[in-house]
């Protein structure tokens, strides 16, 4: 079936520095991935829509220059952090359908991204 | 603004009850919902989607959709101590992106 990789799983980083989660879709195109953020016994929240060959758009309260998306090809999306900050620590998780768009392809998670700045 | 509500438990049941969980949503226009399970540290994971209003089963577990009264349910028979878990619903309008409720904790007590 589909599956979506994320990479890395783990990362821990310094205050200020930037971090870059990598997204790919394995065996299906994906003209559309979602960037969802989760912290502690809280749900997802979706924060930006990634969409291939043209700019994210992002959910109210996201800040575009702090979390820059590119869709460059049909299977990867990345989403870097950039200047880091403690408040940043949370858990990214991406998200993909098939391009086709079929009702019944619904959507697939990467196994989420544990982010934590020092 | 679109809203997914779920009780946030948590929801304790006895190994071989059925565990029954709960979403309302805000959107009257949606027109999938999705359950997924999420393990403490994990990513979700689809258990069903529904899209037409009734019942859809699948193994033991069984999705209901009233759209006249925006809610869709979860029944899990049989439950065992593996389906101890965070079950998030989730509503799709369009556009492919899902709302999610703050999810139900499940403990299924041996």
């Known amino acids: 079936g589909a599956v979506v990789s994320q990479h890395p799983s783990r990362v821990i980083c310094k205050s200020g520095t930037s971090v870059k989660i990598e997204c790919r879709s394995l065996d299906f195109q994906a003209t559309t991935m979602f960037w969802y953020r989760q912290f502690p016994k809280k749900s997802l929240m979706l924060m930006a829509t990634?969409?291939?060959?043209?700019?994210?758009?992002?959910e109210q309260g996201v800040e575009k220059d702090k979390f820059l998306i590119n869709h460059a090809s049909l299977t990867l999306s990345t989403l870097t952090v950039t200047s880091a900050h403690p408040e940043d620590s949370s858990f990214y998780i991406c998200?993909?359908?098939?391009?086709?768009?079929?009702?019944?392809?619904?959507?697939?998670f990467g196994n989420g991204t544990r982010l934590t700045v020092t | 603004q679109k809203e997914v509500e779920q009780n946030s438990g948590p929801l304790s049941v006895p190994e071989g009850a059925i565990a029954s969980l709960n979403c309302t949503y805000s959107d009257r226009g949606s027109q999938s919902f999705f359950w997924y399970r999420q393990y403490s540290g994990k990513s979700p994971e689809l258990i069903m989607f529904?899209?037409?209003?009734g019942d859809k089963e699948d193994g033991r577990f069984t999705a209901q959709l009233n759209k006249a009264s925006q809610y869709v349910s979860l029944l899990i028979r049989d439950s065992q101590p593996s389906d101890s878990a965070t079950y998030l619903c989730a509503v799709e309008g369009g556009s492919y992106q899902l709302t999610f409720g703050k999810g139900t904790k499940l403990s299924v007590i041996p």
């Open positions: 998200s993909a359908r098939d391009g086709r768009g079929s009702r019944d392809s619904p959507l697939h």
């Open positions: 990634s969409n291939e060959g043209s700019k994210a758009t992002y």
């Open positions: 529904i899209y037409s209003n």
